[in-house]
Nanobody, 124 residues
Framework: QVQLVESGGGLVQAGGSLRLSCAAS????????MGWFRQAPGKEREFVAV????????NYADSVKGRFTISRDNARNTVYLQMNSLKPEDTAVYYC?????????????????WGQGTQVTVSS
């Protein structure tokens, strides 16, 4: 049974920072790419960032490029999302997900395990 558990969400003022963590168990963590997605109220879930299995390649949504950084620690089975210069439009539930492939992918259909989500609220 694969489990992904996110933590680190909360309430922050615009311009602030948060670091999300996602701890994985139940599969060979280092064999798969890991992604972060988010879903705001009334909107569809959208891709945020992804990191390859080895950690050598990353990809970001244009809306977060330059502000967010994804990283992973394969020894700790954990993926992180450092979020800086947060904006009110970043408010959403953030989900980590484990891909079915090693390379970076933005396609939701290529993710087969999802966490329960963590709320990030950015006040103006």
């Amino acid at each position: 049974q694969v489990q992904l558990v996110e933590s680190g969400g909360g309430l922050v003022q615009a311009g602030g920072s948060l670091r999300l963590s996602c701890a994985a168990s139940g599969r060979t963590f280092s064999s798969y790419a890991m992604g972060w997605f988010r879903q705001a109220p009334g909107k569809e879930r959208e891709f945020v960032a992804v990191i390859s299995a080895s950690g050598g390649s990353t990809n970001y949504a244009d809306s977060v490029k330059g502000r967010f950084t994804i990283s992973r620690d394969n020894a700790r089975n954990t993926v992180y999302l450092q979020m800086n210069s947060l904006k009110p439009e970043d408010t959403a539930v953030y989900y980590c997900a484990s891909a079915t492939v090693r390379y970076t992918t933005t396609q939701t259909i290529q993710y087969n395990y999802w966490g329960q989500g963590t709320q990030v609220t950015v006040s103006s």
